[in-house]
């Protein structure tokens, strides 16, 4: 096997390296004996490395494949819906909520359901949402966390909020002070 200098090294690494002292002298020890014929070279070169397991192409572009948002996601909130689409009042009654807890659509990520049951369950961690908002159905693994609707559930670090279908809240102010008032202690809004 071909030894590596630095500037090889630097080609594929993009972290920074660092030589800590005691490994120094490890370095000159190493490069000092390495001339030297002995029984270990020979049973190093005999030593067959391990061969990765084959991972068939569905797999390697599904665990690849990232979730398509709207929004920028700058303050790590997630916004699924149920639905392959939202209409435009809807929508709009969406970005109302979210000015009123101090978000907007540049502070999230939307995601229809259609989208997100596509994807691996492992998905929306590899995303690393802060908040989690679910409004409806979604036919992903992420609805198990579900206990019950208008309650905050906290899971590994990330919190969610279970609601209804946004379609059913638009049309009921009921749903909407239970939302609201979920809001309130989800964002900590003290009014």
Not at 69 to 98: C, H, M, N, P
Not at 126 to 131: E, I, T
Not at 133 to 147: C, D, R, T, Y
Request: net charge negative; aromatic share 8%; charged share 25%.
């Amino acid at each position: 096997m071909e030894e590596l200098d630095l500037d090889k090294l630097g080609l594929f690494m993009e972290e920074d390296v660092f030589l800590i002292p005691e490994d120094v002298n490890e370095i000159k020890l190493a490069q000092k004996f390495k001339d030297y014929d002995s029984p270990i070279a020979e049973v190093a070169a005999t030593v067959e490395e391990p061969t990765p397991l084959p991972q068939s192409n569905s797999e390697a572009s599904a665990s690849e494949e990232p979730i398509e948002y709207e929004g920028d996601f700058e303050k790590r909130l997630l916004v699924l819906y149920q639905g392959a689409s939202l209409a435009e009042d809807t929508k709009g009654f969406l970005l109302k909520i979210l000015q009123a807890v101090s978000h907007n659509l540049k502070d999230i990520a939307l995601v229809s359901s259609s989208q997100i049951s596509t994807l691996p369950p492992n998905c929306i961690s590899h995303l690393g949402p802060h908040k989690v908002i679910v409004f409806g159905n979604l036919s992903h693994p992420i609805i198990q966390l579900k206990e019950h609707d208008y309650e905050i559930k906290s899971n590994e670090g990330t919190e969610y909020l279970f609601a209804d279908d946004l379609g059913l809240i638009f049309g009921d102010d009921k749903l909407k002070r239970k939302l609201w008032t979920s809001l309130q202690a989800f964002f900590n809004i003290k009014k």
